[in-house]
């Protein structure tokens, strides 16, 4: 179903009901002003900012604000709709609330609410000793019970690694334990093991995701966009082959400079390791390579006649690493002592492959907003594409910058007479 070209029609919002910690229930469906409900692959909480009118009578002659008593942390289920039938469903949390505007006959409300674990990752600490796959302990702390995980429901759609770790949980919290797994984790397919490593924790709508950049590039686009300034009658002329027209479109070049990607590490690096266990030091230079899931064509061809790209002392970004030969060994006492001479992690594996997968996947970012669209989430991918610049009447679509993209971040963003969903999208690679 095609997407409507025009931004300036209202979406539905057919729930939006605040039930306070002390009991009681106000619906604020009918005095919403504004919505704005956020995705992103960096954040491990879905978050949401709703700004509403109270006039004073929701909750008998009182203000919801008043009545509930609202501190922080009341529950609020929110169900919206947009213009082609997609909607969201979340059961977000009170994280701030504050009464921006007051006179004698309505007050102005803003809430910024989060996910319930968010929440809790305030209070749960991870203590316990995890053995195994990485995968399997992000699954884990999300899912055992309080005090050592956050118990959620929610579902998980976490991707296994091909890596093992053992590590103790030494009183950190659980999402930054499972972003700091995410940097170690190394996935089954792509380039595999020595060629390509990172994944991404976040949540959406959806549950928890937990996967390889690897595999959510490989996935198949959730819709196929054009960005062109021919009138298209509110979505009735779409150019065949496109699911909807892009209303904005925004380049973002700074993110593009080769001065940070260089400092990033993204094409040639170097490690530096000392193993204490043998006094062996090594160092290492690593490469980027072709061999992962791109979603352009190829990675960016740069000056090799003129600067010493791929030369062993062009390594732009060093990380110094001392080995934990011998760390955490599993089994009894006799198969840990047959097992100490092992290392716990290949650090050669994952550490600067995985600084080089993230830099690189950020070094193109666009900026486009739609029409309301519920259907997409962050981690999906769409198709772009935009008219070349060129002296004919019917130019060719611009094949250097369009192909696939990864949504890192998506706000979809409802006001009263208006419904636009706005998202950032990165890829590492050029051509179509």
Same mark, same amino acid.
């Given at each position: 179903?095609?997407?409507?070209?025009?931004?300036?029609?209202?979406?539905?919002?057919?729930?939006?009901?605040?039930?306070?910690?002390?009991?009681?229930?106000?619906?604020?469906?009918?005095?919403?002003?504004?919505?704005?409900?956020?995705?992103?692959?960096?954040?491990?909480?879905?978050?949401?900012?709703?700004?509403?009118?109270?006039?004073?009578?929701?909750?008998?002659?009182?203000?919801?604000?008043?009545? !509930?008593?609202?501190?922080?942390?009341?529950?609020?289920?929110?169900?919206?709709?947009?213009?082609?039938?997609?909607?969201?469903?979340?059961?977000?949390?009170?994280?701030?609330?504050?009464?921006?505007?007051?006179?004698?006959?309505?007050?102005?409300?803003?809430?910024?609410?989060?996910?319930?674990?968010?929440? !809790?990752?305030?209070?749960?600490?991870?203590?316990?000793?995890?053995?195994?796959?990485?995968?399997?302990?992000?699954?884990?702390?999300?899912?055992?019970?309080?005090?050592?995980?956050?118990?959620?429901?929610?579902?998980?759609?976490?991707?296994?690694?091909?890596?093992?770790?053992?590590?103790?949980?030494?009183?950190?919290?659980?999402?930054?334990?499972?972003?700091?797994?995410?940097?170690?984790?190394?996935?089954?397919?792509?380039?595999?093991?020595?060629?390509?490593?990172?994944?991404?924790?976040?949540?959406?709508?959806?549950?928890?995701?937990?996967?390889?950049?690897?595999?959510?590039?490989?996935?198949?686009?959730?819709?196929? !966009?054009?960005?062109?300034?021919?009138?298209?009658?509110?979505?009735?002329?779409?150019?065949?082959?496109?699911?909807?027209?892009?209303?904005?479109?925004?380049?973002?070049?700074?993110?593009?400079?080769?001065?940070?990607?260089?400092?990033?590490?993204?094409?040639?690096?170097?490690?530096?390791?000392?193993?204490?266990?043998?006094?062996?030091?090594?160092?290492?230079?690593?490469?980027?390579?072709?061999?992962?899931?791109?979603?352009?064509?190829?990675?960016?061809?740069?000056?090799?006649?003129?600067?010493?790209?791929?030369?062993?002392?062009?390594?732009?970004?060093?990380?110094?690493?001392?080995?934990?030969?011998?760390?955490?060994?599993?089994?009894?006492?006799?198969?840990?002592?047959?097992?100490?001479?092992?290392?716990?992690?290949?650090?050669?594996?994952?550490?600067?492959?995985?600084?080089?997968?993230?830099?690189?996947?950020?070094?193109?970012?666009?900026?486009?907003?739609?029409?309301?669209?519920?259907?997409?989430?962050?981690?999906?991918?769409?198709?772009?594409?935009?008219?070349?610049?060129?002296?004919?009447?019917?130019?060719?679509?611009?094949?250097?910058?369009?192909?696939?993209? !990864?949504?890192?971040?998506?706000?979809?963003?409802?006001?009263?007479?208006?419904?636009?969903?706005?998202?950032?999208?990165?890829?590492?690679?050029?051509?179509?």
């Amino acid at each position: 179903m095609a997407l409507i070209a025009k931004n300036a029609e209202a979406s539905g919002i057919k729930k939006c009901i605040l039930y306070g910690n002390g009991g009681g229930s106000a619906d604020l469906t009918n005095g919403v002003i504004e919505i704005k409900y956020y995705e992103s692959i960096l954040s491990p909480s879905i978050r949401a900012t709703i700004i509403y009118a109270d006039s004073g009578y929701t909750l008998g002659n009182k203000t919801a604000f008043e009545a !509930l008593k609202i501190v922080g942390q009341e529950r609020l289920e929110l169900e919206i709709i947009d213009n082609i039938g997609n909607s969201k469903k979340a059961t977000l949390y009170v994280n701030s609330a504050f009464p921006g505007y007051n006179d004698v006959n309505k007050q102005i409300v803003s809430l910024d609410l989060v996910s319930k674990e968010f929440i !809790l990752n305030e209070q749960v600490r991870v203590r316990k000793r995890y053995d195994g796959k990485l995968s399997d302990h992000v699954v884990k702390i999300l899912t055992e019970p309080i005090p050592f995980g956050l118990q959620t429901s929610k579902p998980i759609d976490a991707e296994t690694t091909v890596n093992l770790y053992n590590f103790v949980g030494h009183n950190r919290k659980p999402f930054y334990i499972n972003s700091w797994l995410a940097k170690k984790s190394i996935p089954p397919t792509g380039g595999s093991k020595g060629v390509t490593c990172g994944y991404f924790f976040f949540e959406t709508s959806k549950g928890f995701t937990f996967k390889s950049i690897d595999t959510l590039m490989k996935q198949g686009y959730k819709a196929k !966009l054009i960005y062109n300034t021919t009138v298209d009658e509110r979505g009735k002329k779409i150019p065949p082959g496109y699911d909807g027209k892009i209303l904005d479109f925004n380049n973002d070049y700074t993110s593009n400079q080769m001065q940070n990607r260089m400092r990033a590490g993204v094409y040639n690096t170097r490690i530096v390791k000392f193993d204490p266990f043998n006094c062996v030091y090594e160092v290492e230079n690593q490469q980027a390579s072709e061999a992962y899931e791109k979603g352009g064509k190829k990675l960016p061809t740069l000056n090799d006649k003129e600067f010493p790209n791929k030369e062993t002392n062009a390594a732009t970004k060093t990380s110094y690493v001392l080995i934990d030969t011998g760390t955490l060994p599993t089994g009894d006492t006799k198969q840990q002592i047959s097992k100490s001479k092992e290392k716990n992690l290949e650090e050669t594996d994952i550490l600067n492959l995985s600084t080089m997968r993230y830099n690189a996947l950020f070094a193109s970012e666009i900026s486009i907003m739609i029409a309301g669209h519920f259907g997409l989430s962050a981690g999906d991918t769409i198709f772009v594409d935009s008219p070349s610049i060129e002296g004919t009447k019917n130019p060719d679509v611009e094949k250097h910058v369009g192909g696939k993209y !990864l949504i890192a971040h998506i706000c979809h963003y409802i006001r009263q007479k208006a419904c636009e969903t706005n998202i950032s999208i990165v890829r590492e690679s050029f051509e179509r």
